[in-house]
T-cell receptor
Framework: EPEVTQTPSHQVTQMGQEVILRCVPI?????FYWYRQILGQKVEFLVS????????KSEIFDDQFSVERPDGSNFTLKIRSTKLEDSAMYFC??????????????FGDGTRLSIL | RKEVEQDPGPFNVPEGATVAFNCTYS??????FFWYRQDCRKEPKLLMS???SGNEDGRFTAQLNRASQYISLLIRDSKLSDSATYLC????????????FGKGTKLSVIP
């Protein structure tokens, strides 16, 4: 079964540094998402991406964050000037080929980001 | 504000038991509904979509009541492998495809 893959599985970074989290969505999917989950809390939406541009973003997704699809396969989340509160599990998700209801999103196994 | 509220956990049940989880959502414009399961420190995995007429997948049955903005999940004949956190998830549609997650209900199936 096709999967969403994420790298690295764990990233440890000093506060103030930049990090790039990488995702390879399922190959024929067109809609891409980033979510995060702070330990013990619920999964929260960050941003969605379609047709090479952001289609939605949450209030969490401020100027510190950016996303990019640099080639036909990778989808990246960049966090500039990381803060302690950015420590969380970051999940990438992708969804299928057409816009219709009840279209589930498939999640990668996440990157655990630890800010020291 | 879009919210999804779930039963507080944890639910501790013996193998073979039937267990039900409930969920309510605040956004009446929501169009798509899902149950995901999440194992400890793992990614959410789709368990099943929830359809207006209700639907069943093996031991799992999901129901949706749009008038009450209420979703349920019933698990029959619980297995040890069903132990996980069950996430109620709502998608508003109408141009918005972000998922809104509940905090989840933890299930432990005991031998």
């Amino acid at each position: 079964e096709p999967e969403v893959t994420q790298t690295p599985s764990h990233q440890v970074t000093q506060m103030g540094q930049e990090v790039i989290l990488r995702c390879v969505p399922i190959s024929n999917h067109l809609y891409f998402y980033w979510y995060r989950q702070i330990l013990g809390q619920k999964v929260e939406f960050l941003v969605s991406f379609y047709n090479n541009e952001i289609s939605e973003k949450s209030e969490i997704f401020d100027d510190q964050f950016s996303v990019e699809r640099p080639d036909g396969s990778n989808f990246t989340l960049k966090i500039r000037s990381t803060k302690l509160e950015d420590s969380a599990m970051y999940f990438c998700a992708s969804a299928g080929q057409a816009i219709y209801s009840n279209q589930p999103q498939h999640f990668g196994d996440g990157t655990r980001l630890s800010i020291l | 504000r879009k919210e999804v509220e779930q039963d507080p956990g944890p639910f501790n049940v013996p193998e073979g038991a039937t267990v039900a989880f409930n969920c309510t959502y605040s956004n009446s414009a929501s169009q798509s509904f899902f149950w995901y399961r999440q194992d400890c420190r793992k990614e959410p995995k789709l368990l099943m979509s929830v359809y207006s007429s209700g639907n069943e997948d093996g031991r799992f049955t999901a129901q949706l009541n749009r008038a009450s903005q209420y979703i349920s999940l019933l698990i029959r004949d619980s297995k040890l492998s069903d132990s996980a956190t069950y996430l109620c998830v709502v998608q508003s549609g109408a141009g918005s495809y972000q998922l809104t997650f509940g905090k989840g209900t933890k299930l432990s199936v005991i031998p």
